[in-house]
């Protein structure tokens, strides 16, 4: 089942809500589909992961592997050109 929400909190529930709200954002801004549940599936990762023997899971670990096995295939072939405003709004 995993952990509840509550367990991730302060900056580090701020850090995963805004890193999946841009990438979403980012997603649509490319015209490339995100399935709905990405936001509770890359959450639900944040909180699960393992521990890196540190104390407790640092949440950007998860997320870029949430970057590199769900948004970077989806992102194969695209035209950066195209959509180089959304790309630089992206970086910055």
Known sequence: MGRPDSSLSGASRNLVDS???KLAAF????DVHLATAFG???SHMSRNYPSLGN???DVRVP??????FRI???LRGLEI???RAAFDDLNN
């Open 19 to 21: 890193v999946i709200s």
């Open 55 to 57: 104390g407790g899971a």
């Open 40 to 42: 509770m599936r890359s």
């Open 81 to 83: 050109d195209g959509y």
């Open 63 to 68: 997320l870029v592997d949430q970057i590199e």
């Open 27 to 30: 997603m649509e801004d490319v």
């Open 72 to 74: 970077l295939p989806k």
